[in-house]
């Protein structure tokens, strides 16, 4: 069974950085392209970041150059560097297979707050 673990989130000023982490169990981490998703409240869950299995990533262009997506395959997690953190990246920050292999296989997530 798919178990997706997020931490790291926390209350920044704009400007500021988080390094968020997603420990993964339950399938074949190091075959599998992994994202980070971003969901506010009435929105639908956004896919951020990726990264695949030979550490291609990709990123939304609101986040380019700001976020960096990285993975390592022993422990299995896969991180996201957060810099230059903007009022706009307010959200709960998931991550997932890519594409998810189930819409029953959420983790918690992990809040992030930009704010004065």
């Known amino acids: 069974q798919v178990q997706l673990v997020e931490s790291g989130g926390g209350l920044v000023q704009p400007g500021g950085s988080l390094r968020l982490s997603c420990a993964c169990s339950?399938?074949?981490?190091?075959?599998?392209?992994m994202a980070w998703y971003r969901q506010n409240p009435g929105t639908e869950r956004e896919s951020i970041a990726t990264?695949?299995?030979?550490?291609?990533?990709t990123y939304i262009e609101s986040v380019k150059g700001r976020f960096t997506i990285a993975r390592d395959n022993v422990p299995e997690i896969v991180y996201l560097e957060m810099t230059d953190l903007k009022p706009d990246d307010t959200g709960v920050y998931y991550c997932?297979?890519?594409?998810?292999?189930?819409?029953?296989?959420w983790g918690q997530g992990t809040r992030v707050t930009v704010s004065l």
């Open positions: 997932n297979l890519h594409p998810p292999f189930s819409e029953k296989d």
């Open positions: 990264i695949s299995s030979d550490e291609t990533t």
């Open positions: 339950g399938f074949i981490f190091e075959i599998n392209s």
